[in-house]
């Protein structure tokens, strides 16, 4: 089936303006999370959702990046004011809904350059 | 919260050889452990993982070893092809409602023809 898809692959931005990250995780998958990959870094943890319900944000590093996701499926992390140190691969995931189900499963990014 | 350090940044062995990734997590509730390989450009895909109530999986040449006590686990892959170059990248999920990953650094994988 389908994976995990993500829009729009690259994005290039001037400094101060806003952008919106899309996700589309795979159908019926419960879990979704947001992860910012660093040139050269492991992913780090951003938000989470169970459903439309943002459980879990620790991981937001300002008040400028915001995600949702209101029907539970789609999912966009959207920054505002955006900043150079903003530049790095915005990886979305998600998994199934039960215990048992660990694996998480990444879609290809999006790569955003902030000049 | 968790913190996961992975050892070498950099691996480079010939074809044939074996390859040894090393990662060590702090938090003892961390019970998830899954390696994921990622190669130029591409997005993260699974290739094994392990949970803490078993001290070892192996999957075909590539096998993972976990050591709770000593609270570290590694990444063997024998008879490495050039294929299996790419970045390795272990991790850690602590229990809990979200049980997100907290990733190690990653480790360059060059296999020389």
């Known amino acids: 089936g389908a994976g995990v898809s993500q829009s729009p692959r690259y994005k290039v931005a001037k400094r101060g303006q806003d952008v919106a990250l899309r996700c589309d995780p795979i159908s019926g998958h419960v879990s979704l999370f947001w992860y910012q990959q660093a040139l050269g870094q492991g992913p780090e943890f951003l938000t989470y959702?169970?459903?439309?319900?943002?459980?879990?944000k620790s991981g937001l590093p300002s008040d400028r990046f915001f995600a949702e996701r209101p029907e539970g499926s789609v999912s966009t992390l959207k920054i505002q004011r955006t900043q150079q140190e903003d530049s790095a691969v915005y990886l979305c995931?998600?998994?199934?809904?039960?215990?048992?189900?660990?694996?998480?499963?990444f879609g290809p990014g999006t790569r955003l350059l902030v000049l | 919260g968790e913190n996961v350090e992975q050892h070498p940044s950099t691996l480079s062995v010939q074809e044939g050889d074996s390859a040894v990734i090393k990662c060590t997590y702090s938090d003892s509730a961390s019970n998830y452990f899954p390696w994921y390989k990622q190669e130029l450009g591409k997005r993260p895909q699974l290739i094994i993982d392990i949970r803490s109530n078993v001290g070892e999986k192996k999957d075909q040449r590539i096998a993972v070893t976990l050591n709770k006590t000593a609270k570290h686990f590694s990444l063997h892959i024998t008879e490495t092809q050039p294929e299996d170059s790419a970045v390795y990248f272990c991790?850690?999920?602590?229990?809990?409602?979200?049980?997100?990953?907290?990733f190690g650094s990653g480790t360059q994988l060059t296999v020389l023809p």
């Open positions: 995931a998600s998994r199934p809904q039960t215990l048992s189900q660990e694996t998480q499963y």
């Open positions: 959702f169970q459903n439309e319900a943002q459980l879990d």
């Open positions: 991790a850690a999920s602590i229990s809990g409602s979200a049980r997100q990953l907290t």
